[in-house]
């Protein structure tokens, strides 16, 4: 079992910056490959980022390529989103999400604990 806190969530006008972060219960967070997904009022939710919990690699949805940066911090049993250059189609609900598969999730199916969500506005 995990729980995962998502927090660091806000408004932020296009172009700025917000940094989400994660936090995850017990000791076998490294165990768990992490993704962030995110979902805006009235669409499904949409896969951003995993990192692999088995080489940590890296996959990122290509709207938010070169943009969005996933880095996870094992010691402190957190992940973090960077989010910049932030545009007003970015806005929804992202969500932390934490999976046992050892390849690349890109399917909220894959995973199979979540955060509650911290919402992100970007205004125009």
């Known amino acids: 079992q995990v729980q995962l806190v998502e927090s660091g969530g806000g408004l932020v006008q296009a172009g700025g910056s917000l940094r989400l972060s994660c936090a995850a219960s017990?000791?076998?967070?490294?165990?768990?490959?992490m993704g962030w997904f995110r979902q805006a009022p009235g669409k499904e939710r949409e896969f951003v980022v995993t990192?692999?919990?088995?080489?940590?690699?890296?996959y990122y949805a290509d709207s938010v390529k070169g943009r969005f940066l996933i880095s996870r911090d094992n010691a402190k049993n957190t992940v973090y989103l960077q989010m910049n250059s932030l545009k007003p189609e970015d806005t929804a609900v992202y969500y932390c999400?934490?999976?046992?598969?050892?390849?690349?999730?890109?399917?909220?199916?894959?995973?199979?604990?979540w955060g509650q969500g911290t919402q992100v506005t970007v205004s125009s």
């Open positions: 990192i692999r919990r088995s080489d940590t690699r890296t």
């Open positions: 999400a934490a999976s046992t598969n050892w390849g690349t999730s890109v399917s909220p199916g894959d995973y199979d604990y």
């Open positions: 017990g000791r076998t967070f490294s165990s768990y490959a």
